[in-house]
């Protein structure tokens, strides 16, 4: 997918997992400029707008994209790392993007306490929307099963149990999805959470 982002200033916060690499490099490939303050507090982004002037776009990576945890965590950091850097930044944005985890639509069993704070980052995404709106659009990608490579074990493997498409999702269907939102012609919609999991949310209560 190709869009134009010539000249975009594009700050990345969060985790710098897989899928947060993949759409730092698809943004960067449509000609976004990419900076990784060095974290999402005051002093860090105040110093990173100095450095390197105002972006217009903000991604949010949640370590809950990468895979579901080995036991049941549900740090709630995110939240408030994410909620203060789009609320700090706001006068300098266009867009924000979070990148979760499809356990934020749909929770997994097991999971209560992750998925409960995947939901409250989709819940935090409808909200800054309002709050934010109408200068800035604030969406989110909700990620579940993917392939890092051709041949790849799949990541988030529990989420392949009942999607309609019976695979991971590729690096570039995630990243699409993200360009998407990122797309300044993508101009009427905010609080969205585009679900990017081969339709395992819509298989959840079915007995395939």
């Not at 988030?156 to 797309?183: Q, Y």
């Not at 300044?184 to 919609?189: L, V």
């Amino acid at each position: 997918m190709k869009i134009d982002l010539d000249g975009r200033l594009a700050f990345l916060v969060g985790t710098p997992g897989t899928v947060a690499t993949a759409v730092e490099a698809a943004l960067a490939a449509n000609g976004a400029r990419i900076v990784r303050p060095a974290s999402a507090d005051e002093a860090a982004l105040a110093a990173a707008v100095a450095a390197h002037g105002t972006p217009v776009l903000l991604l949010a990576a949640s370590c809950g994209a990468d895979g579901l945890p080995a036991e049941d965590d549900g740090d709630m950091a995110e939240f408030t790392a994410f909620a203060g850097a789009i609320r700090r930044l706001a006068p300098h944005l266009a867009r924000a993007i979070l990148i979760v985890s499809s356990a934020g639509l749909v929770p997994v069993r097991g999971a209560a306490a992750f998925s409960a704070a995947q939901a409250g980052l989709v819940a935090l995404t409808r909200t800054l929307a309002m709050e934010r709106g109408p200068a800035v659009r604030v969406n989110a990608v909700a990620v579940g099963a993917y392939a890092a490579g051709e041949g790849a074990d799949p990541a988030n493997a529990r989420f392949l149990g009942h999607t309609g498409l019976r695979r991971p999702a590729t690096l570039s269907e995630i990243t699409a999805a993200a360009l998407f939102l990122a797309d300044p012609q993508n101009g009427y919609m905010t609080g969205h959470t585009l679900n990017v999991d081969g339709g395992w949310a819509a298989g959840y209560a079915r007995n395939f």
